[in-house]
């Protein structure tokens, strides 16, 4: 015969005290890790979702990053010729030669300077983006020395409104729109003609990468072979969804740190519910007695302590859950180990996050009730009828 839940319910009110503090040390556990889990899955949306299918991704052979490829420009006539490519609003193979370098900017707070990944790209590097929304102004001018700014940069740093000039390379450069990557990498970026950025860096002669737009997603695939394996190019190319999706490395300390805190907090929190159920079974030893003696099973007993057990972590991961939401959609940022630059980011409380959550609750739940349950369905029922 089964316990009752009511029961359990009943007796966590009755000792609101203990049932609060426990409830509210599972609930700072809860908190930490899904303060860790949403800034893994904020990191790791703006990388995946910053690729395109369609979009093939040329680099010298070897280099992993666009920051440290280059190759010579000869080579762009053969690869926007390959075949399989998309054509462009005029027609034209969809192609873009681009620079990509990383300057530093003043954050608009005034707490210090950032690395900010600038893209010189060519015209079709715009249609190449389909999913990259102009919000302000308008797209730079081909051969000007004008820029459009993300959302992010343009809220997060210094002259970054429309109409301001921003300072680096061999002078200003006007700033003359402001899009919208919808959280993607892109968001973290500042875009300008491809030409103008190579004379002010010195890099004229070549490309640090190139994009092609291919026809469909399965033409995507035979260009990726096409460019790998073209003797004349001695280039690679790759999805442009494998590129940044190799990029979620830059949240492994984030992981690592996260996760050894959680871990300890969590071992305190499962200690914290021990200690309350422990304390359950001594103030409640008579009532435990009789339950035996109008025939309760120590099977039942188990299952209920153990349960009272779950429902104090479950009511622990709600308050958690709950003082996590104000952040969720917090934008912050981190070190991108592949660019050396900052990337932005949100962070995302996905239902996979609150899943999670709930379930590492539930585990510390149930380590921290099992032991104390095993206790009070053993003990001797005349000894408890007598204390």
Known sequence: MAIPIRYN???????????????????????????IMALLAGLKRAFVTSGDPQNVLVLRKGSEAELTGGFDATAFPVLKNLPGIAKD?????????????????????????VNVTVRGMMPDGLELRPRVKLVEGRWFTPGQREVVVSQSIHNRFSHANVGDAMAFGKGPWQVVGVFDAGGSAYDSEIWGDVNQMAADFDRQGGFSSAYLRAADPVSADALVHRVSEDQRLKLEGLLETEYYAKQTASGTPIRIIGWIVAVIMAIGSSFAAMN????AVAYRGREIATLRVIGFTK?????????ESLLLSLLGALVGIVLMLPFNGMTTGTSNQVTFSEI???????????GTAIGFALIMGLLGGMAPAWHAAGRDIIAALRD
């Open 344 to 354: 932005v980011f949100s962070l995302r409380m996905t239902p996979a996050v609150v």
């Open 89 to 113: 609003s005029h027609g034209e193979p969809m192609a873009s030669g681009e620079w990509v370098v990383v300057i530093v900017l003043p954050r608009k707070d005034g707490t210090g300077e």
């Open 299 to 307: 099977p039942s007993i188990l299952t209920s302590f153990v349960l």
């Open 276 to 279: 309350t159920m422990y304390a």
């Open 9 to 35: 319910i009943r007796n966590l009110k009755l000792r609101k005290g203990l049932t609060i503090m426990t409830a509210l040390g599972i609930a700072l556990t809860v908190t930490t890790a899904i303060f």
